[in-house]
T-cell receptor, first 112, second 114 residues
Framework: GNSVTQMEGPVTLSEEAFLTINCTYT??????LFWYVQYPGEGLQLLLK?????DKGSNKGFEATYRKETTSFHLEKGSVQVSDSAVYFCALTHTGRRALTFGSGTRLQVQP | EPEVTQTPSHQVTQMGQEVILRCVPISNHLYFYWYRQILGQKVEFLVSFYNNEISEKSEIFDDQFSVERPDGSNFTLKIRSTKLEDSAMYFC????????????FGPGTRLTVL
């Protein structure tokens, strides 16, 4: 079946460091891919998305490119801030369906 | 900015009791969802709802669960007879009429079954 695999956390970085959070997926057809972020005490917020191969989603300095050849959607940011500390979830929707399939989440801690 | 709201933020119940979790989706949205996250585990899809009927459900969503849109604003999840393993964070989400796949999530209700 369809699944999403994320790197284990927590990821601890210093402010202004480069961030990569790996995400790979297994899916039939052509899924849409998402990154959601959950700040402490809040719900899941859509960070970015990509709906077809080679699309790049971007928002708030974060980027991810839909790579069909490697079935990946890695999240990157050039310079993280303390305010980026949160849990990041990679997710997909199956072709023709709306249910989101989530990865296990990666906690990011950014230290000043 | 419009947002999805959920009540209560925390619900404690005894095993075997019925609970109703409430959600107010974004007002012009037509698709509604429930997800849950057991502590330390993945966020899991439960059910989606459109045009007053269930459009998708997972194997988790068995006969103990039901959903309802009792009026024009609320969307509820009922668990008829709670089990210990129902303890989790329950998230409601909604998406708009265009079906852009962007689901907007509420802050969640933490359900604790004793």
């Amino acid at each position: 079946g369809n699944s999403v695999t994320q790197m284990e956390g927590p990821v601890t970085l210093s402010e202004e460091a480069f961030l990569t959070i790996n995400c790979t997926y297994t899916a039939t057809g052509y899924p849409s891919l998402f990154w959601y972020v959950q700040y402490p005490g809040e719900g899941l917020q859509l960070l970015l998305k990509a709906t077809k191969a080679d699309d790049k989603g971007s928002n708030k300095g974060f980027e991810a490119t839909y790579r069909k050849e490697t079935t990946s959607f890695h999240l990157e940011k050039g310079s993280v801030q303390v305010s980026d500390s949160a849990v990041y979830f990679c997710a997909l929707t199956h072709t023709g369906r709306r249910a989101l399939t989530f990865g296990s989440g990666t906690r990011l801690q950014v230290q000043p | 900015e419009p947002e999805v709201t959920q009540t209560p933020s925390h619900q404690v119940t005894q095993m075997g009791q019925e609970v109703i979790l409430r959600c107010v989706p974004i007002s012009n949205h037509l698709y509604f969802y429930w997800y849950r996250q057991i502590l330390g585990q993945k966020v899991e899809f439960l059910v989606s709802f459109y045009n007053n009927e269930i459009s998708e459900k997972s194997e988790i969503f068995d006969d103990q669960f039901s959903v309802e849109r009792p009026d024009g604003s609320n969307f509820t999840l009922k668990i008829r007879s709670t089990k210990l393993e129902d303890s989790a964070m329950y998230f409601c989400a909604s998406s708009d009429r265009e079906g852009t796949d962007t689901q907007y999530f509420g802050p969640g209700t933490r359900l604790t079954v004793l």
